[in-house]
């Protein structure tokens, strides 16, 4: 896979792709194969910073103490502080709802406890729960603004239950490089993170929201 074929399948699905009245999502699928997924050391999962955002906001919200709610309030999109937690220990539904609401949720370490008690099992199931692999835990009132902006050029990439990877890598109406560059790095993390790399992989498509996916 290069920047030319890349180019060219994009520029394919423009062609054959109805106007839509919103801009549709790009989105990169890789089959893979000669992987046991009952095995957890083979099952996929891990985030990628791409190099350019997705132009589709990531929502973000902060639990955190009175310390950094400040900041926090400034920054993120919602802020729940300490003295909050119990409402949502005590409505499950209330949980669900903002598990639902939010993409990322980043935590203040000193409270990770009390997070994991009150939050961790709606938001653990959910793939939710702040997670140290993207920075999510934090500590002092200057990492947080860094971190929101990288949650915004942050993906999943996940292949646990079907050996099938589905992640959104730009906009159609967005700069066509930014574009190949954010999958051309996509799928070289993948491939790093495959025990085979590269033998791992079976086949390559690209799609919009409403299209067909080709092969690239």
């Not at 997705?54 to 919602?78: F, H, Q, S």
């Not at 709606?122 to 729960?129: E, H, I, L, Q, V």
Request: glycine fraction near 4%; charge should be positive.
């Amino acid at each position: 896979m290069d920047k030319k074929t890349i180019l060219q399948t994009l520029e394919k699905l423009k062609k054959d792709s109805k106007k839509r009245n919103f801009s549709q999502s790009v989105d990169l699928i890789v089959t893979l194969k000669d992987l046991d997924l009952k095995n957890s050391e083979q099952q996929v999962d891990f985030f990628v910073n791409l190099h350019h955002p997705i132009n589709k906001k990531k929502n973000v919200c902060a639990l955190v103490g009175p310390e950094l709610a400040d900041e926090c309030k400034k920054i993120c999109d919602e802020t729940i502080v300490a003295t909050q937690f119990d409402a949502f220990k005590k409505d499950p539904k209330k949980a669900k709802a903002l598990a639902k609401k939010y993409d990322f949720f980043i935590a203040q370490g000193s409270l990770m406890t009390q997070v994991a008690s009150v939050f961790g099992p709606t938001f653990g199931p959910r793939g939710k729960m702040p997670n140290p692999k993207v920075g999510a835990i934090v500590a002092a009132k200057p990492q947080i603004k860094p971190l929101y902006e990288k949650l915004q050029k942050t993906v999943q990439l996940v292949a646990k239950k079907e050996p099938t990877i589905h992640v959104m890598v730009g906009k159609e109406d967005q700069d066509i490089t930014h574009v190949i560059d954010n999958i051309l790095y996509a799928y070289d993390q993948l491939i790093h993170h495959l025990p085979k790399e590269k033998n791992n992989i079976n086949k390559i498509y690209l799609k919009f929201t409403m299209s067909k996916a080709i092969k690239v």
